[in-house]
């Protein structure tokens, strides 16, 4: 229990504290100290979570095996970005880009960000989440403006105006969803406990109506088509390891919450209303982004509109229920290792080239040559290239599907030939390409790079094995979908 | 049902929120746009004082003096501000023209009785004409957000949409509970600020605050 708490106040305390050093060493190091902190109790909390089934702190905060499985990846991919953050903020600062006060100033947000993370994973009230994930959105928007541009200004007022207009009705949603609650129990919170006993007493069409609400508002945040506009544009004007936290766990966070109530209407409505919506959204979602991938020309929205595809492939798998299910929370597990680590190592392709365009991108292999290896075995596994993991759980997906609805399974396919030849048409050339006129060879600093060789490498280790414990908590987590 | 509910004011407040909103679409003065959006709040204001006179709990009063406070009076002087320093004087254009913008009001209003009374009767029986009001409402600040250009249009649009939303779940019956009060108070006090902030900077960057104007973004 204690642990539980200390998982969730160490970024509020790290946030405080960070607004007290003055020099960009000491703030680094506080922030790196927390998020050492975060990983160890995260990985504590979640092996109790296995022994026991839950962990609760107080009234307010508990972790069951679906919210063991997001905080796991909060913090490790939170303690990647952490680390990659020292070395590339002090690249930009040398390159005066930036100066210290911004450098507090994303430690500061970066911490709010996580905090507000946690807190909306593990809150036991729907109404609380709903406040955490709008100070995601709040705390990463001053994060995606963190460059003072037109274009990031842009980027990060329509995520604001979007993001908001879909969590408030996501919020209108949520309060059709807990009005029986609310009234058998006017003055306290309402927990998802309540919600999920009252359930069989809310009315189908509220209860239809409500997670319509929910997975409109909810999946606007998710990224789902058409509801996506903001997010490429968002994910590719934020610094680098924002980018991999807003694609690789942002986007987790809210469709925890699209399952938490999916949960609740399977119980007032039978599942296949919800199963529906999401194979509809899913599949949408993979279409889209795999033709907007085949003609992408800037190398972070194309990383972001592969966040929409990825995501589209995880509702897909909750929409077919059943092993489909399994394989899509592990899917989300390989995606945020694989889409973090892609996206650091776009931070440190945007340092050497001082670009995001396609076209100003040659010769990588020369230049950064770990960076480069990476960055081929990162897009490899997103392809879902076999023996990776990601080609394990779309198999899984699409075996299950073709057998409720194949023309969707059709479909998806399809897309994921049409991404695998995006990706081998935008990414050989900046691999390859003229030698001449390059940059300087060389990374930046081991703090730019081993972040990504460790998130590499528990993506490749996770395709061929998953530990006991793991796989316990998975299937715990998807045994109700 | 609150008894409350069935007296003929609470159906005055929802018709006077769903005008103010109808309205927002119609003026092409900013200032004209705050203060429509005061009425909207006074309502709102009003209908929470309606529920703490017939049930006040401490939350309940708390929200209400927030509510007060910040829509009455901190949110409209931040906009007057933004107004006066930027010389916004006159609000940028709508995509839709005025007989147009009023004719889909017109079917929003209409298909909203047509779909949500079955919604309605399953919430509050007795209530439900002040649940498709607010609903409309609702839909036609969604309207609202899609209709008009400018950054300022688009803050008033997403208050009112919050406003209509909180109106709903008052008709629900929803007042007494933590939940709303809590989602209320958060949305007001820290969302209000920062959208505040970024519209200045958008003013710094791009010279207006009609979004049709910012072109940088390729994706």
């Not at chain 1, 229920?321 to 996206?343: D, E, P, T």
């Not at chain 1, 081929?376 to 899984?396: D, K, N, Y």
Request: net charge positive; proline share 4%; glycine share 8%.
């Amino acid at each position: 229990m204690t642990l539980l708490y200390l998982l969730i106040l160490t970024p509020l305390v790290a946030g405080l504290l960070s607004l007290l050093p003055r020099t960009a060493f000491v703030v680094g190091a506080v922030a790196c100290s927390a998020l050492l902190v975060e990983f160890v109790s995260g990985l504590i909390v979640s092996a109790e979570v296995v022994r026991n089934g839950s962990v609760a702190a107080g009234m307010l905060f508990a972790l069951d095996p679906l919210g063991a499985v997001v905080a796991l990846i909060v913090v490790t991919l939170g303690l990647g970005a952490t680390l990659y953050s020292v070395g590339y903020l002090r690249a930009e600062v040398a390159k005066e880009i930036i100066g210290f006060r911004r450098v507090r100033q994303y430690y500061t947000l970066l911490h709010l960000f996580l905090l507000a993370m946690l807190v909306a994973i593990a809150s036991t009230s729907p109404i609380l989440m709903w406040i955490a994930i709008e100070a995601t959105t709040l705390s990463t928007a001053l994060l995606i403006s963190f460059y003072n541009k037109p274009s990031s200004m842009e980027a990060a007022w329509k995520y604001l105006i979007l993001n908001s207009v879909g969590l408030l009705l996501g919020f209108f949603g949520t309060l059709l969803f807990l009005y029986p609650a609310i009234h058998g129990n006017p003055q306290g919170l309402v927990t998802w406990g309540d919600v999920l006993s009252r359930a069989p007493a809310l009315d189908p069409v509220v209860a239809k109506v409500a997670f319509v609400f929910v997975l409109t508002g909810y999946g606007t945040k998710v990224g789902f088509v058409p509801m996506h506009t903001w997010l490429p544009d968002a994910h590719s004007k934020a610094p680098a390891p924002i980018s991999s936290l807003l694609s690789g766990v942002l986007l987790n966070v809210a469709f925890l919450a699209v399952l938490r109530f999916k949960a609740v209407a399977d119980v007032a409505l039978g599942p296949a209303f919800s199963k529906e919506l999401l194979v509809f959204f899913g599949i949408l979602s993979i279409v889209i982004a795999a033709f907007i991938i085949f003609s992408q020309g800037n190398y972070k929205t194309l990383l972001a509109y592969h966040s929409i595809e990825h995501m589209g492939i995880i509702a897909l798998g909750f929409g077919f229920g059943g092993i489909a299910a399994f394989a899509g929370l592990l899917h989300m597990i390989y995606h945020s290792l694989a889409k973090s680590a892609l996206f650091l190592a776009s931070g440190n392709i945007l340092l050497k080239y001082s670009s995001t365009k396609i076209h100003n991108i040659q010769g990588m292999l020369k230049t950064l040559p770990l960076t480069s290896a990476l960055f081929i075995i990162g897009f490899l596994v997103m392809a879902g290239v076999p023996p990776s993991g990601i080609f394990i759980t779309e198999f899984l997906i699409l075996s299950k599907g073709i057998s409720i609805n194949p023309w969707v399974a059709g479909a998806a396919l399809f897309s994921f030939v049409l991404v695998f030849a995006g990706i081998i048409k935008h990414v050989v050339p900046m691999i390859l390409g003229d030698a001449q006129g390059l940059p300087r060879q060389g990374e930046a600093s081991a703090w730019t790079t081993v972040p990504i060789v460790v998130l590499t490498g528990l993506l490749v280790i996770a395709g061929f094995f998953i530990p006991g414990w793991l796989q316990a908590l998975l299937h715990a987590s998807t045994a109700r979908y | 049902m609150s008894a409350y509910l069935t007296s003929p004011l609470p159906f005055v407040l929802a018709s006077l929120l769903f005008v103010s909103i109808a309205l927002l679409h119609l003026t092409k003065k900013n200032a004209i746009a705050v203060w429509l959006y005061v009425v909207q709040a006074s309502a709102i204001a009003l209908l929470l004082l309606l529920a703490s006179v017939h049930g006040a709990t401490v939350v309940l009063v708390l929200t209400l003096a927030a509510t007060v406070l910040v829509k009455l009076f901190i949110a409209p002087a931040f906009f007057f501000r933004l107004i006066r320093r930027h010389q916004l004087r006159f609000s940028a254009s709508t995509y839709l023209n005025t007989p147009v913008a009023l004719f889909a009001i017109a079917a929003i209003v209409v298909l909203t009785r047509a779909i949500v009374p079955n919604v309605n009767v399953a919430l509050t029986p007795l209530g439900h004409n002040l649940l498709t009001t607010s609903a409309s409402s609702i839909f036609v600040s969604l309207f609202l957000l899609v209709n008009r250009k400018g950054a300022l249009s688009q803050m008033l649009g997403v208050l009112s949409l919050e406003n209509s939303i909180v109106a709903f779940a008052l008709f629900a019956g929803l007042e007494q509970g933590v939940a709303l009060q809590l989602g209320i108070l958060f949305i007001l006090v820290i969302w209000i600020t920062i959208a505040t902030v970024f519209a200045s900077m958008i003013y710094r960057h791009f010279g207006t605050l009609d979004v049709t104007e910012m072109q940088t973004l390729t994706a």
